[in-house]
């Protein structure tokens, strides 16, 4: 089974409003890191907003949010106020394992286009 | 701080040919990580270590080998290549916990014949 699943292969947003993107995660551990990072079209990855198995508040970094439903195992990242230079490819993450051990896994990515 | 780094950018094979893919970080990170990325596929974990010395495998860890003698530096090897590796190689760094996220290095682009 998938550990992460991004069910938007792309979507399209006007500047200045606000997009959710979907991520859905499978695991049976207890304790577990969420991350959302950000791949424009130059390549590089870029941290954006992590969340805690156990935080009981969404995070929010900026215009990120991260809007949290551990029951539905969900984590999606919502940008608000969109622009320009957030298009690009957006990648759930999930880490998870014992001690050191751990390991992440991505999803597929959602390829996020900003309309002016 | 030059952060997560790595060589070369681009490189071309043959199939058949072995290469190592460097990476190296300066950040004291115990933590350091070889993913490929394929479209429609996000990143894959193929190898990883939690300190020198120590390794573990990932998700997609054959045809590829890894050792770890130094904390800063983390090589991927590939033994025999083959088309089916032609992919983006990022190298990424971090701390131990789950918390922490990732540093990822610039990537290299790997071309099989």
């Known amino acids: 089974a998938q550990k992460i699943t991004q069910t938007q292969p792309g979507m399209f947003v006007q500047e200045k409003e606000a997009v959710t993107l979907d991520c859905t995660y499978d695991?049976?551990?207890?304790?577990?890191?969420l991350f959302w990072y950000k791949q424009p079209s130059s390549g590089e990855m870029i941290f954006l907003i992590y969340?805690?198995?156990?935080?009981?508040q969404n995070a929010t970094e900026g215009r990120y949010s991260l809007n949290f439903q551990k029951a539905r195992k969900s984590a999606n990242l919502v940008i608000s106020a969109s622009q320009l230079g957030d298009s690009a490819m957006y990648f759930c993450?999930?880490?998870?394992?014992?001690?050191?051990?751990?390991?992440?896994?991505f999803g597929s990515g959602t390829k996020l286009n900003v309309k002016p | 701080n030059a952060g997560v780094t790595q060589t070369p950018k681009f490189q071309v094979l043959k199939t058949g040919q072995s290469m190592t893919l460097q990476c190296a970080q300066d950040m004291n990170h115990e933590y350091m990580s070889w993913y490929r990325q394929d479209p429609g596929m996000g990143l894959r974990l193929i190898h990883y270590?939690?300190?020198?010395?120590?390794?573990d495998q990932g998700e997609v860890p054959n045809g590829y080998n890894v050792s770890r003698s130094t904390t800063e530096d983390f090589p991927l090897r590939l033994l025999s290549a083959a088309p089916s590796q032609t992919s983006v190689y990022f190298c990424?760094?971090?701390?131990?916990?789950?918390?922490?996220?990732?540093?990822f290095g610039p990537g290299t682009r790997l071309t099989v014949l």
């Open positions: 270590s939690v300190g020198a010395g120590i390794t």
């Open positions: 993450a999930m880490r998870e394992g014992v001690y050191n051990f751990n390991k992440f896994y």
């Open positions: 695991t049976s551990d207890q304790s577990y890191g």
């Open positions: 990424a760094s971090s701390r131990t916990t789950q918390a922490d996220t990732q540093y």
């Open positions: 969340q805690g198995s156990y935080d009981e």
